[in-house]
């Protein structure tokens, strides 16, 4: 079965200080696996795709990376705007196409 | 380029009543899927239209049910309400072929008393 697993759950950072979040997915063929942040209240934010082993991109202060069992989200020196949940999703070959499949979230909250 | 836009946003109904939600696309995608999220359960997906014709299928009962229409807007009903389809139903849309990048609307907050 396809399955994503979030961790941790909740992270507590003070500003300025770098950390990681982890998605570790189980799926039987990767299309792509993608990351967005949510906010309360709104509609989750698309920030990135990747979609092999090896992969990553960077935007702003956000770093993403792919192995063959686990993505990686790298967090550095954040501010108290990065304050939000996270979510990892993948899409897989079977199921047909735009299924995506969500991780529970990582809920991250970064204080001045 | 305008996003992903959803009516209504806030919506109270009573069991056993039924709803109709509304997504509108980005401009030039011909994917709509929706998903229903709660705080047990997290994001699932509940369907997918491509060109008018339903793709794909997530685990939910008959109850819910979809469509798209020529210009790639999407709606979705849900018949016969119970208690436990309180949740946010989110819209994304995406170009549907090759790119599978998904944009997400603000969502449609269901209560049902």
């Known amino acids: 079965e396809d399955q994503v697993t979030q961790s941790p759950e909740a992270l507590r950072l003070q500003e300025g200080e770098s950390s990681s979040l982890n998605c570790s997915y189980t799926?039987?063929?990767?299309?792509?696996l993608f990351w967005y942040r949510q906010d309360p209240g709104k509609g989750p934010e698309f920030l990135f795709t990747?979609?092999?082993a090896g992969e990553e991109k960077e935007k702003e202060r956000l770093k993403a990376t792919l192995t063959k069992k686990e993505s990686f989200l790298h967090i550095t020196a954040p501010k108290p705007e990065d304050s939000a949940t996270y979510l990892c999703?993948?899409?897989?070959?079977?199921?047909?196409?735009?299924?995506?499949?969500f991780g529970a979230g990582t809920r991250l909250a970064v204080h001045p | 380029k305008a996003g992903v836009t959803q009516t209504p946003r806030y919506l109270i109904k009573t069991r056993g009543q039924q709803v109709t939600l509304s997504c509108s696309p980005i401009s030039g995608h011909r994917s709509v899927s929706w998903y229903q999220q709660t705080p047990g359960q997290g994001l699932q997906f509940l369907f997918e239209?491509?060109?008018?014709?339903?793709?794909n299928k997530g685990n939910f009962p008959g109850r819910f049910s979809g469509r798209q229409f020529s210009n790639s807007r999407s709606e979705m009903n849900v018949s016969t309400l119970e208690l436990g389809d309180s949740a946010l139903y989110l819209c994304?849309?995406?170009?549907?072929?090759?790119?599978?990048?998904?944009?997400f609307g603000p969502g449609t907050r269901l209560t049902v008393t």
């Open positions: 239209y491509f060109s008018e014709t339903q793709r």
């Open positions: 799926v039987s063929g990767l299309r792509g």
């Open positions: 994304a849309s995406s170009l549907g072929i090759e790119h599978y990048e998904q944009y």
């Open positions: 999703a993948v899409q897989p070959f079977s199921g047909g196409y735009n299924k995506l499949i």
């Open positions: 990747l979609y092999s």
